[in-house]
């Protein structure tokens, strides 16, 4: 049996990675609507979107445990909304998840202290057919190696 891999990159610039055995698979930025408020319109994860997107067959989802750094109160509440969103939706499908730090993933794949554009070139290095696709996206980048580190750990 074919066994997918699902890696995310949460958040609302985030992607989605979903990984077949035999590499094969999708690539998409995670889906998002704008959702009034009364100061402005702030952008959400689309969670009816995103269940469109999830194997109807149970996968293994590893997402990445983001943590506020130095960023405003707006930014972790942000963050922390989407990983709700995704764990709740995730939680209604009966995907086991598992929360990789970005020390974890980025150590197995050597990219301990080195920037975005080295999570790009590692992913087309990896998958050079969808080098395209990746294009200059970190994030799309990130979650095809989130896939990938779910795969290589047998997860």
């Known amino acids: 049996m074919n066994k997918i891999y699902i890696g995310i990159d949460p958040g609302v610039t985030g992607a989605i990675a979903i990984l077949h055995d035999d590499d094969s698979g999708f690539l998409e930025k995670l889906p998002t609507r704008r959702v009034p408020n009364k100061s402005r319109r702030e952008k959400r994860i689309d969670g009816r979107e995103f269940y469109k997107l999830i194997?109807?067959?149970?996968?293994?989802?590893?997402?990445?445990?983001?943590?506020?750094?130095?960023?405003?109160?707006?930014?972790?509440?942000?963050?922390?909304?989407?990983?709700?969103?995704?764990?709740?939706?995730?939680?209604?499908?009966?995907?086991?998840?598992?929360?990789?730090t970005p020390q974890q993933w980025k150590k197995h794949f050597g990219l301990i202290g080195k920037g975005k554009d080295a999570s790009i070139a590692k992913a087309v290095e990896l998958y050079p057919r969808w080098k395209e696709r990746i294009g200059r996206n970190h994030n799309l980048a990130e979650a095809l190696l989130l896939a990938r580190y779910g795969k290589d750990l047998g997860l």
């Not at 590893?62 to 509440?77: G, N």
């Open 55 to 100: 194997p109807k067959i149970r996968s293994t989802v590893v997402l990445e445990k983001t943590q506020p750094m130095r960023d405003s109160a707006m930014t972790a509440f942000s963050m922390g909304q989407s990983r709700g969103i995704l764990y709740g939706i995730l939680d209604a499908c009966m995907m086991p998840v598992f929360d990789v």
